[in-house]
């Protein structure tokens, strides 16, 4: 019996070189073929496959975006990779693709959908927008189109004068040189962090309403564990995992790469790590486990609240932070000038590692294994989970269903804490980012 297709999701990728500059496209239509949305992106440097589920990815959200969540999807594609790999029928071999499948078979999930390889010709709208934006890539422009539209030879809504991703280089790594000392923030006005950065998950706005930061920080990250929030009901408590940032080291205060070398906390890191226990040590939080990197500075972070909960501190090796190789110790400011290249294309693609180091997307698959341990040994229960920048930042990009480049998107402090729930029975929810009340 064939099955009636309600919605239609043609995407496409590609670039100039392989890697080369690169972009994407994808279209979203309904059983009459009318197109309802469109989205294309440059992505800077990257490759024809990575560009391929980046497409897919975008397509797919698209579909998500006009709330057809449940609905009989048909995805379409020239990319024999990519189709036969979300069919299941080859596996994902590369490990540079695998976050990627692994985001795109998430978001699938949420459909009913049949994977069909297309021709080329076949698949001329996506691979026209897939084109425009490797146009741009290869001019140097960040180009961003999206449209929702109600013809097929709409054009899509091009945002003027995009800005590149937010290249903040101390909030990309481990060691911050942004974060505060302790008791050095003043109380944020509401809409921004004490930084001046964007807000934290609503924290500042409770501390209008409630009467200062302590009120701001019991709002933004404890609840009630029993419900969703926006769900009706939960057929379990949710797993909930405080992640909390270590202190400043010395390679903080010279605002340096710190990935893999290992070292202590400073005084006022130390200052750093016990506010942050004593917040977490009284209610309304009831830490149950404490799991923390390896790195020493993430194990003192973590030993500072096992001494005032009285809890053992868990290792997993898999919480570290990402290796930066022949980048580790040395400041952005260097590595642009002794390794250009090698940055700019750091920069563009996760797919891509640091002389000698690691990719964010390695790491990002490392991160969503210890994830996956943690909930399910601990399901239930409030877990503080030590760690760095960049495994946290991937924790919640995964818990949003955001795309890699994210990553760029977020800022974290030094000692902050963020919280995600987990639900057996629904999306992961994030409950707060960035949260600093506990140094104020």
């Known amino acids: 019996m064939t099955v009636a297709v309600e919605f239609t999701v043609e995407a496409d990728g590609g670039s100039r070189g392989n890697p080369g500059p690169a972009g994407y496209g994808a279209v979203v239509k309904d059983e009459a073929g009318r197109v309802l949305a469109e989205a294309a992106e440059s992505i800077g440097t990257a490759t024809n ?15 998500l975006a006009l709330g057809a969540e449940g609905a009989q999807v048909e995805v379409r594609m020239d990319s024999k990779l990519v189709i036969e790999q979300m069919a299941g029928r080859w596996k994902v071999k590369h490990e540079g693709l695998r976050p990627l499948a ?74 911050d040189p942004g974060a505060p000392a302790l008791a050095a923030r003043a109380p944020a006005a509401v809409g921004e962090s004490a930084g001046g950065r964007a ?64 070292p202590s906390l400073t005084q006022t890191g130390l200052a750093q790590a016990e506010a942050a226990a004593l917040r977490l040590s009284r209610q309304p939080y009831e830490v149950e486990v404490i799991v923390a990197s390896p790195l020493a500075r993430a194990r003192q972070t973590a030993e500072a609240v096992a001494a005032r909960t009285g809890l053992a501190v868990l290792v997993d090796h898999d919480l570290r932070e990402t290796d930066f190789g022949e980048w580790e110790g040395h400041t952005f400011a260097e590595i642009q000038q002794r390794w ?23 790491t990002a698959l490392r991160v969503e294994q210890a ?40 800022h974290l402090d030094l000692a902050c804490l963020s919280a995600i729930d987990y639900y057996a029975d629904g999306p992961a929810v994030v409950r707060a980012l960035n949260d600093t009340a506990h140094l104020s």
């Open 371 to 410: 994830r996956d341990r943690i909930v399910k040994a601990h399901e239930g229960r409030s877990v503080v989970v030590v760690s760095h920048v960049t495994p946290i930042k991937m924790l919640v990009r995964l818990a949003l269903g955001a795309p890699p480049e994210a990553l760029y998107r977020m």
């Open 199 to 262: 807000g934290t998950s609503g924290a500042t706005g409770a501390a209008t309403a409630g009467g200062g930061a302590d009120a701001a920080a019991e709002t933004a990250t404890s609840h009630d564990r029993r419900g969703h929030g926006w769900m009706p009901r939960a057929t379990r408590v949710a797993t909930s995992l405080l992640l909390l940032r270590h202190g400043q080291t010395p390679l903080s205060v010279d605002k340096r790469f710190s990935g893999l070398g290992d």
């Open 102 to 175: 692994l985001e795109a078979a998430g978001l699938a999930r949420r459909f009913r959908v049949t994977w069909t390889w297309i021709p080329r010709e076949r698949n001329s709208h996506a691979d026209r927008l897939a084109n425009e934006a490797m146009d741009a890539a290869a001019r140097g422009e960040t180009w961003r189109a999206s449209a929702l539209t109600s013809a097929p030879d709409s054009a899509p809504v091009v945002e003027a004068g995009a800005e590149p991703p937010n290249i903040d280089a101390p909030s990309l790594f481990d060691d």
């Open 49 to 63: 496959n990575v560009a391929e589920y980046r497409g897919l990815i975008a397509g797919l959200r698209a579909l």
């Open 340 to 362: 250009p290249r090698e940055l700019a294309a750091w920069l563009a693609d996760p797919d891509v590692a640091p002389p000698g180091g690691e990719s964010f997307a390695s």
